[in-house]
T-cell receptor, first 108, second 114 residues
Framework: GQSLEQPSEVTAVEGAIVQINCTYQ??????LSWYQQHDGGAPTFLSY??LDGLEETGRFSSFLSRSDSYGYLLLQELQMKDSASYFC?????????WGAGTKLIIKP | DGGITQSPKYLFRKEGQNVTLSCEQNLNHDAMYWYRQDPGQGLRLIYY???????QKGDIAEGYSVSREKKESFPLTVTSAQKNPTAFYLCASTRQGQGDYGYTFGSGTRLTVV
């Protein structure tokens, strides 16, 4: 079957750095994406990795290792507004296969 | 501004009733998707369409139906055959591809059975 594994919850302190991991097992692979969803809202696209390595977009970075079927999202200089759920998703057969999401809790 | 419009924002359905959720996009995207999200859960694919007049079942299509008569529109009907329809429904679109351009989501419709 196809599956993505990510931690259900991560807690961090404001101003700190946090890493959210994602491992995947899919029949096809066309890239790893990350989305942010605030409570009651819609997911918004954060980043996409098709090739191995690190992609940086402001305070957010995303990493991919295709040989390990693994990626992570790195959030730096955490702000209270970063409190949200973060989803990894793999492109496969013209669909996105979604992880169950990681709830990021930020403490002052 | 381009985007996806879902309506209504909140919808209440009586037992045995069919309801239709609207999804309209002006992004000129080819592919459109319907997802269901239950509290604290991820997104589950109901139906998707890559081109007008064609659509495919997702993982949880039973009890739902769709149409794609226009590129801009992809309505979802929740039929009486769907026994547990209370959920948050999200419509998304993307340029043709595997998700590398990112999905754009509507603001969602929260459906409750009363």
């Amino acid at each position: 079957g196809q599956s993505l594994e990510q931690p259900s919850e991560v807690t961090a302190v404001e101003g700190a750095i946090v890493q959210i991991n994602c491992t995947y097992q899919t029949s096809g692979f066309y890239g790893l994406s990350w989305y942010q969803q605030h409570d009651g809202g819609a997911p918004t696209f954060l980043s996409y990795n098709a090739l191995d390595g690190l992609e940086e977009t402001g305070r957010f970075s995303s990493f991919l290792s295709r040989s390990d079927s693994y990626g992570y999202l790195l959030l730096q200089e955490l702000q209270m507004k970063d409190s949200a759920s973060y989803f990894c998703a793999v492109g496969s057969n013209y669909q996105l296969i979604w992880g169950a999401g990681t709830k990021l809790i930020i403490k002052p | 501004d381009g985007g996806i419009t879902q309506s209504p924002k909140y919808l209440f359905r009586k037992e045995g009733q069919n309801v239709t959720l609207s999804c309209e996009q002006n992004l000129n995207h080819d592919a459109m998707y319907w997802y269901r999200q239950d509290p604290g859960q991820g997104l589950r694919l109901i139906y998707y369409s890559q081109i007008v007049n064609d659509f495919q079942k997702g993982d949880i299509a039973e009890g739902y139906s769709v149409s794609r008569e226009k590129k801009e529109s992809f309505p979802l009907t929740v039929t009486s055959a769907q026994k547990n329809p209370t959920a948050f429904y999200l419509c998304a679109s993307t340029r043709q591809g595997q998700g590398d351009y990112g999905y754009t989501f509507g603001s969602g419709t929260r459906l409750t059975v009363v």
